[in-house]
């Protein structure tokens, strides 16, 4: 069985040449689970340094199994595993050792290394936590992106590391806001922001609840050429509870009152089950609710090169932007 993986792990990674043999891009999906013959498992690699997750309870024997397999096919510098059940949110907060080891599953220690994406620097923290700092399989749209936004202002909502903000920026916005809940996934974000030579405004990294800073910015009549709007599938503050599933014609209502006449709202969701018919039309039920008008711009969604998806693996990310009247 192990020879079999190791071989499985040797053709996934064959399988991304495309991008392999892209220096501009060193930030890509290396194994998306079942399609790749991998079931519950990815792996994301960052400058050739492998994140490895699961996503069932793999038993120790089974865990080491695939460990060794990855270092044999691989031969990387360094490994590093991210335990994702469906009780990760809360196992993050009371055992993120278990979930989340600071230390690497294989290799040498690596606080921080510089990743590529289409030829922009970004910041990753491999011992961080879940998220290490990128999301890969937006990277499709955050290249369309690049090319929408000259002399444009952009709101760039759940920023997370602002890599949003850094492609619109490196595309000639004229303004980038970036709001976060957290203050230290922001101060991530102007550091990537300096990797790339970009000036940084500390009031446009601002930390606090998206729909307290959506309302106020509405209030106060600040509108942008460009709204994104790319929640986590769950999310927990002082004053809100936000379940995409149930919420997200809430947020597509709030988010499209600060899209300024002829803008465009990037609506994001990568809860898997919901399908992009459904999603769709929740963004379009807030975005009636708001009272304003839009037509369809462009449907995205990750690239099938690093994320192949099947009927019985589809993808989970859905991207729908809209121009609103």
């Avoid at 800073?213 to 050429?225: I, S, T, V």
């Avoid at 090169?305 to 809209?322: C, E, I, N, Y």
Wanted: hydrophobic residues 40%.
């Amino acid at each position: 069985m192990s020879a079999s993986l190791t071989e499985r792990l040797r053709e996934a990674r064959a399988r991304r040449g495309a991008l392999l043999s892209e220096p501009s891009t060193t930030a890509f999906r290396l194994v998306n689970g079942a399609p790749d013959g991998v079931p519950d498992v990815t792996v994301d690699c960052f400058s050739g340094l492998p994140v490895v997750s699961l996503y069932r309870d793999f038993a120790p024997a089974e865990e080491q199994a695939l460990l060794d397999a990855a270092w044999e096919a691989w031969a990387p510098r360094s490994l590093y595993l991210k335990r994702r059940p469906r009780e990760a949110r809360v196992l993050a907060n009371v055992a993120r050792e278990v979930v989340a080891p600071e230390q690497p599953a294989r290799g040498a220690p690596v606080e921080a290394l510089e990743a590529l994406e289409n030829g922009l620097r970004f910041l990753i923290r491999p011992a961080q936590g879940l998220s290490v700092g990128l999301y890969l399989d937006m990277r499709e749209t955050r290249g369309w992106l690049r090319g929408q936004v000259q002399g444009l202002t952009v709101l760039n909502l759940f920023s997370y590391t602002c890599a949003f903000g850094v492609v619109a920026t490196a595309g000639g916005a004229k303004r980038v806001l970036n709001v976060d809940t957290s203050r230290r996934v922001l101060d991530w974000g102007e550091e990537n922001a300096r990797l790339n030579g970009q000036a940084v405004d500390r009031y446009d990294y601002v930390a606090g609840d998206v729909f307290d800073w959506l309302g106020r910015l509405a209030k106060k009549g600040e509108r942008f050429d460009v709204v994104i709007s790319d929640p986590p599938s769950f999310s927990t503050t002082r004053s809100t509870r936000f379940s995409a599933a149930r919420d997200y014609p809430l947020l597509a209502e709030a988010a499209a009152r600060v899209v300024a006449p002829g803008g465009r709202l990037v609506a994001c969701c990568n809860l898997a089950p919901l399908t992009p018919r459904r999603f769709e039309a929740m963004v379009d039920e807030g975005v009636a609710r708001a009272g304003r008008e839009a037509h369809p711009v462009i449907s995205l969604g990750p690239s099938p090169v690093d994320f192949p998806s099947s009927p019985d693996a589809p993808s989970g990310l859905k991207v729908h932007v809209l121009q609103l009247r």
